[in-house]
């Protein structure tokens, strides 16, 4: 446990309004496909420059995450499309929480005249490679020998059990009960059941059939619990000034946070033990965007639980911690709800186990007024993602 | 079994973290990818080469549930790493009382490994020692009906033989509930 100070924000410049996000795309999105990673990051792309009207050609700056297997290289692009330029590259890309991020090293690539037209990348094909824990959430954290010696012996492993173990403790400390959880796992799926191309897309769920469905890991349904999916996405940015020449609508980057949890991926020892490193990222965010959170249309929280959202709601400040469920009582997550529209897209609960990349697609449609279950005049939106250790808060908004 | 009640005087013994690791094997093994520690033939039993954890595992099987401490500040440093207040990397491995409380739980019903399947449902946890009270120790419980756990609930250490069917075993410290007497 970390006595005082248990995580801090990265120092960030000021990058609000310097960057556009001006293409988006989702590749199919499925249980196993048999499709590599790279051929789905290939066809996210191929969507993502046809929706902003831009050419491979045109591309100057790739990024992509270099610690998660099979993401789609300079490489790999340079072959399928035939690319002989130069291009910038940067391994500060992917989903999680550099789905939020990239942005911000992408403002530094273009400030910098070291790109012009970046894209960001994230695909897995996880449900088709699935087994014995080779590819999945669990194996980065099966290979911490602190885990292996301490955790992993018992069966306190891998993620699921430690969110359950720690919504206990919140239940516990707060009175959160399984029907908040529930809440959100219904919002999700009412939103993917509107969604084109949802995992979950027609695959209704009341709150009766959450609460009679089995518990898997208490106090976790299995609608606690993300999909494990094959998919990906891709975003294009380029500079505010170049995205006002282009076909889309400019949702435009309003302000970058990023942040770390000192107790790394032992979740077990962070004090407090129910907060993300999003309460360090998203003051930052928001600051550099001049906005509080009256000002947010709509949020997309990196969802691996109902759980996960809940806390995030709360560490990003629309509540008190640990008054999450009564939040959730009087304020609706659904799209129409006039309350705070949130998961619009379905999440990682219900829409595909894509890691956050399709939430920015999802949110860039949102701001667009283009969704399909869309916010009714949305000009501000949020992105929270999380992973092991670390949180990255994006905040863009519709150009006026 | 050796209960709480039953655990011998407080020792201390030399740190294990900090000590350049002197078996050959040890040596030869760090730092492994995730799949080659997949494929350890004792996962997922804990590996007993790697020196910041030895002493709780022989703790264990000597019925001692040992957690090291800074002996500069006297605070429990957990998991094993250089005391982050103090820097020291010399942790002192004291054998404490065993008795703690329940910090949280879950009951799993899905074995999210295939080696816990014969284990299933399993019941884990974190306690908290009474000795290290910003220490979360994770634990299987025992001798306890999943419907009477709740937070805080006062548990004690038991030593019982970790199994993995095919993989080997191992005693490790457990946790049921406190005889209602020593509450």
Redesign the interface.
């Given at each position: 446990v970390t006595p005082a100070g248990w995580g801090a924000a990265s120092a960030y410049d000021d990058v609000a309004g310097e960057v556009a996000i001006v293409g988006v795309g989702e590749s199919d999105h499925s249980k196993a496909s048999g499709r590599s990673s790279v051929e789905i990051a290939l066809q996210a792309t191929e969507r993502a420059l046809d929706d902003a009207g831009l050419s491979p050609h045109d591309v100057d700056g790739i990024m992509y995450s270099a610690s998660v297997a099979g993401q789609l290289t300079e490489a790999d692009f340079r072959r399928h499309f035939g690319v002989r330029g130069n291009l910038w590259v940067s391994h500060e890309g992917g989903a999680m929480h550099w789905a939020a991020t990239a942005p911000y090293a992408a403002a530094q690539a273009i400030r910098q005249r070291q790109a012009s037209v970046i894209l960001n990348t994230f695909a897995v094909a996880w449900a088709t490679e699935r087994s014995q824990m080779v590819g999945g959430p669990g194996e980065s954290h099966a290979a911490d020998r602190a885990k292996q010696n301490f955790e992993v012996p018992f069966g306190w492993f891998p993620q699921p059990v430690y969110m359950a173990t720690i919504a206990r403790r919140h239940m516990h400390d707060y009175g959160t009960r399984v029907e908040h959880l529930g809440r959100i796992a219904v919002t999700c799926r009412q939103h993917a059941n509107l969604h084109p191309t949802a995992v979950m897309g027609d695959r209704p769920l009341t709150i009766d059939d959450y609460l009679a469905s089995p518990v898997i890991v208490d106090p976790f349904r299995k609608e606690d619990c993300c999909l494990i999916s094959d998919g990906g996405g891709a975003y294009v940015m380029a500079s505010r000034a170049d995205a006002a020449g282009l076909r889309q609508p400019v949702v435009e980057v309003g302000g970058v946070g990023r942040a770390r949890s000192f107790t790394g991926l032992h979740y077990a020892q962070q004090d407090p033990i129910a907060s993300l490193p999003l309460v360090f990222a998203g003051p930052v965010a928001m600051t550099m965007a001049g906005i509080t959170n009256a000002d947010v249309d709509v949020v997309e929280c990196y969802d691996p639980f109902t759980f996960t959202t809940l806390i995030s709601l709360e560490d990003l400040g629309f509540c008190p911690k640990g008054e999450g469920g009564p939040f959730l009582e009087s304020t609706s997550l659904r799209y129409d709800g006039g309350g705070l529209p949130a998961q619009t897209h379905g999440g990682l609960l219900s829409h595909a186990y894509v890691h956050g990349i399709a939430h920015v697609v999802e949110l860039v449609r949102q701001l667009r007024h283009q969704a399909a279950a869309q916010v009714p005049e949305a000009e501000v939106g949020i992105y929270a993602g999380v992973t092991g250790a670390e949180a990255g808060v994006l905040v863009l908004r519709r150009a006026r | 079994v050796t209960g709480a009640a039953g655990s011998p005087a407080p020792s201390t013994r030399p740190a294990a973290s900090g000590r350049p690791e002197s078996s050959p094997r040890a040596a030869a093994s760090a730092p492994?990818?995730?799949?080659e520690?997949?494929r350890r033939s004792t996962?997922?039993?804990?590996?007993l080469t790697?020196q910041?954890?030895r002493e709780?595992?022989e703790g264990a099987a000597a019925h001692e549930l040992r957690l090291p401490f800074c002996p500069a500040c006297g605070e429990p440093v957990?998991?094993?790493r250089p005391c982050?207040?103090c820097g020291i990397d010399r942790l002192v491995w004291r054998a404490l009382s065993g008795r703690a409380r329940l910090?949280?739980?879950?009951?799993?019903?899905?074995a999210?490994?295939?080696q816990?399947a014969e284990?299933l449902p399993?019941i884990?946890?974190?306690v908290v020692p009474a000795e290290a009270p910003?220490?979360?120790?994770?634990?299987?419980l025992v001798d306890c009906d999943?419907e009477e756990l709740?937070?805080?609930l006062p548990m004690e250490v038991t030593f019982r033989p970790?199994v993995y069917t095919g993989v080997g075993t191992?005693v490790?410290a457990?946790f049921r509930p406190a005889a209602v007497a020593d509450r």
């Open positions: - | 492994k990818s995730t799949r520690e997949l996962f997922p039993l804990p590996d790697w910041p954890a709780f595992w957990w998991y094993p982050p207040a910090f949280s739980w879950t009951v799993v019903r899905r999210f490994l295939p816990y284990h399993l884990v946890g974190l910003t220490s979360r120790v994770a634990t299987s999943p709740r937070c805080d970790l191992c490790a457990m």
